[in-house]
């Protein structure tokens, strides 16, 4: 599998998820490297990691409910970050909530997906992730 | 004009002969010629002088001939000016001179000589006598001029006095008018005076009355903090006899102490505050210390009481607000009770959109695994139980977000903003899964509304998706339209499918009613719940014409004015 550019960053506490967008990507043919980290502080810690600078994603999928830090801290904290601020987060949620809609946009998220309720269902959303975002061409962040 | 003096009048004669020619008395100078003037005068003074002269020339010398000259002298007395008389005199002398040397010889030289001047002597007396007479006569002209000038003079003045008078009379009259207007005018003023302060008691019974009968109490100040009136309602809440109050300093009696106990100095009380610096305040969380030594809550106004431009006092309104700080603070008990239940619920709702809709995920995920991986060990048997399982996950599913957008709507704020509603419709239609058999249209002219644009879109969204959805026929349309009227906009969603029973039209509306339950997963019932609510939050109403088999029609409608709802 071809490997190219930044990675994309997957923040999720459900293991299923995580497998079945993996999955997802794979079978879209997409050649991301996938990082995945449990809860926000988590994914904190590697955006913070000065070791990781050169691999900084271009993208994040975040979860909203997770433990430790969920979504929301998550977001407001790499949000006000002026090195991290640029990189795109696409929420992927189970909520349909329209506050919690309003509250991530509110925090300039880049979109919001509703988790599917099948395996097609990741294909579909793999699928028009790519479509929207090119992800095999998304530029490096620095 | 000269005046003579009686002590001078000798010494004027030759004066008055070189002096200019005037009219004594009148003051008038005289424009009539002097030949004209004296012509009469003049002929009989020749007439006379040279009749002498012939009779003296005819008789002898030593006759006193000269003598006769003394007429003419007389003569000139006729004559208005005195000069004539020195005149005629002269004449006399030089005739009678003249008559010496030219009268025939006759008599002695001497007797000759003696008449001749004994006859002027004659003449010369009788021209002084004559000047003298002539003064006298002009003085008393002169005196008799003034005398009727004066009076002339006087009675000009008369006239101007007349004229004077004339106007201080008309002055007088127009004054009496004047004093007569504003007599009336007073009168009035009385009169108004008096009806004035006939009402201004009446209103000040009818002032006390009110004060009296307030519910509030009401009390007056004077600049020491002294009570000047109570009403007795405010007496009667302070445990007091109004006159126990008045004359008494207010603060010292009933306002001595702040709600905790603790001393409320004069010098910071509001009360005094307001004739202290001229400005009214309204207090709500000070208590006033009844006469048991209990304190009640009240609610004051005071404000500080004028006379003219100086401050004289303060009027203090309060009320007893016992009742209603009982009220408010059970008040602020429901509300935080409420604020607590409505935080509940929000975690509620935000623990069923996360905490159920997550292990449903996962039972309908695992699912689809395991037909994928195992599906030659389930079996057919097997695999309608997976499906069935998996389409209830899924079901369940949409059931949890339907309810959840159904509780959402009208919990969440969602704000109006103008709407183009063709533009929506079309959006909605773009995102639909295609589905060739059924056409969508929408019939121009949509309007653009003002609403909230996402509760629009679910209104649309789930009754275009509903048409499809139960059309239960294999070809057709839905339409979109909207009619115009008074006050509303109507908009119609009309599809040729299967139509509605008129029994279920009521029913369609209710939560969690489906009429064809099985067809889909997405189908839950709570749909047309959800547009009911909508549509009616936002001052519309919603109903539905079907007949069956035929045509499903619903129709809402939206206010055109968005200050109407």
């Not at chain 2, 009169?191 to 009818?206: I, S, V």
Request: proline fraction near 4%; charged fraction near 25%.
């Amino acid at each position: 599998m071809m490997r190219n550019g930044s990675p994309i960053l997957i923040v999720e506490d459900n293991e299923t998820d995580i497998l079945c967008l993996k999955e997802a990507f794979e079978k879209n043919d997409i050649g991301k490297e996938i990082i995945t980290a449990s809860n926000g502080e988590e994914a904190l810690a590697y955006l913070k990691n000065d070791s990781s600078t050169p691999r900084l994603p271009n993208l994040i999928l975040l979860d909203l409910n997770m433990p430790i830090m969920n979504g929301f801290e998550f977001l407001r904290a790499i949000k006000s970050d002026t090195r991290l601020k640029a990189i795109p987060v696409v929420v992927f949620t189970s909520s349909t909530s329209r506050a919690d809609m309003n509250e991530t946009y509110g925090n300039c998220v880049a979109g919001y997906i509703e988790k599917p309720m099948d395996t097609k269902g990741y294909l579909e959303v793999v699928r028009v992730l790519n479509q929207y975002w090119s992800l095999s061409y998304l530029p490096t962040i620095n | 004009m000269d005046v003579f003096l009686n002590k001078r009048k000798a010494f004027f004669f030759l004066r008055v002969i070189f002096t200019e020619q005037r009219v004594m008395g009148t003051g008038h100078k005289i424009h009539k010629s002097w030949l004209q003037e004296y012509r009469w005068f003049l002929l009989l003074e020749g007439f006379l002088a040279s009749g002498i002269f012939y009779t003296d020339l005819s008789l002898e010398l030593g006759v006193a001939g000269g003598t006769l000259y003394v007429s003419l002298v007389l003569v000139a007395l006729w004559a208005r000016q005195k000069r004539y008389v020195w005149g005629m005199a002269v004449l006399g002398t030089l005739l009678t001179v003249l008559g010496y040397w030219l009268s025939p010889p006759g008599g002695e030289f001497w007797k000759v000589l003696t008449n001749r001047i004994l006859s002027l002597l004659i003449i010369w007396a009788t021209a002084v006598l004559c000047y003298l007479f002539k003064v006298n006569e002009f003085e008393l002209e002169e005196a008799h001029g003034k005398l009727e000038a004066q009076f002339r003079s006087l009675a000009k003045k008369d006239v101007a006095l007349e004229y004077f008078n004339r106007k201080l009379e008309e002055k007088v009259e127009q004054r009496t008018d004047q004093l007569h207007a504003t007599n009336l005018f007073l009168e009035r003023e009385v009169k108004n005076n008096l009806q004035a302060k006939k009402e201004l008691e009446n209103a000040h019974l009818r002032l006390k009355t009110i004060v009296n009968a307030a519910g509030v109490g009401v009390y007056g100040l004077d600049l020491e903090g002294k009570t000047t009136f109570c009403n007795p309602a405010g007496a009667a809440m302070l445990g007091y006899q109004v006159e126990e109050l008045v004359g008494k300093s207010q603060h010292a009696l009933i306002h001595h102490s702040r709600p905790d106990g603790s001393t409320y100095p004069k010098e910071e009380c509001l009360i005094y505050s307001a004739f202290a610096k001229g400005v009214s305040y309204r207090v709500r969380d000070e208590v006033f210390w009844r006469k048991d030594g209990t304190p009640i809550p009240v609610e004051y106004i005071s404000s500080p009481l004028y006379e003219g431009k100086t401050i004289v006092g303060a009027v203090v309104t309060f009320k007893d607000i016992s009742a209603q700080k009982q009220i408010e603070r059970e008040r602020e008990i429901l509300l935080s009770d409420l604020e607590h239940k409505n935080i509940e619920l929000k975690n509620f709702a935000h623990a069923v959109s996360h905490d159920l809709k997550e292990p449903l995920r996962g039972i309908s995920i695992n699912s689809n695994w395991l037909l994928q991986d195992y599906e030659e060990v389930l079996g057919e048997a097997g695999k309608k139980l997976l499906d069935r399982l998996s389409f209830n996950a899924e079901k369940m599913y949409h059931l949890i977000n339907g309810l959840l957008k159904f509780a959402e709507v009208g919990n969440s704020k969602e704000l109006s903003a103008p709407v183009q509603s063709g533009y929506l419709v079309a959006t909605i239609i773009r995102y639909l899964p295609p589905e060739k058999s059924i056409e969508i249209e929408i019939k121009a002219p949509m309007p653009e509304i003002v609403y909230p644009p996402i509760l629009l879109e679910q209104v649309f969204q789930n009754l275009i998706v509903n048409g499809i959805r139960h059309f239960g026929k294999k070809k057709g349309k839905v339409v979109v339209s909207c009619i115009s009227q008074e006050k509303f906009w109507c908009f119609r969603v009309w599809d040729n499918g299967q139509g509605i029973k008129k029994q279920h039209f009521d029913r369609i509306f209710e939560m969690f009613q489906c009429l064809d339950r099985h067809t889909s997963p997405e189908s839950t019932g709570i749909g047309l719940s959800l547009v009911k609510k909508v549509v009616e939050q936002n001052g519309g109403k919603i109903w539905v014409e079907s007949e069956f088999g035929e045509y499903t029609c619903f129709n809402f409608t939206v206010p055109k004015k968005f200050n109407e709802r």
